[in-house]
């Protein structure tokens, strides 16, 4: 079992930043094949914001590329998603995924607006 807790959501202006952290325990993000963040807006699909391997290998979705980054700190088990230059469009629940073995977990995700 991998449990994942987000933070670091909030209301923030149009071209404004914003931190998202995920603290997973129950197993080392050593042992975690990948990390990701996703994001659900009201009336759409759950969409990948970016994801990491256990390698270090990243991958972006194609609206976040260059204002978003995705890093990690394996001392602290967690998985950090930078988000910059924000736009309305970015405004959507963000959640944190672990893919570990064949299976997938969750957080409960985090609220990002993006409003003037």
């Known amino acids: 079992q991998v449990q994942l807790v987000e933070s670091g959501g909030g209301l923030v202006q149009p071209g404004g930043s914003l931190r998202l952290s995920c603290a997973a325990s129950g197993r080392s993000i050593f042992s975690i094949n990948a990390m990701g963040w996703y994001r659900q807006a009201p009336g759409k699909q759950r969409e990948l914001v970016a994801r990491?391997?256990?390698?270090?290998?990243?991958r972006y979705g194609d609206s976040v590329k260059g204002r978003f980054t995705i890093s990690r700190d394996n001392a602290k088990n967690t998985v950090f998603l930078q988000m910059n230059s924000l736009k309305p469009e970015d405004t959507a629940v963000y959640y944190c995924?672990?893919?570990?073995?064949?299976?997938?977990?969750w957080g409960q995700g985090t609220q990002v607006t993006v409003s003037s």
């Open positions: 990491i391997s256990n390698i270090g290998r990243t």
């Open positions: 995924n672990a893919e570990y073995l064949d299976l997938v977990f």
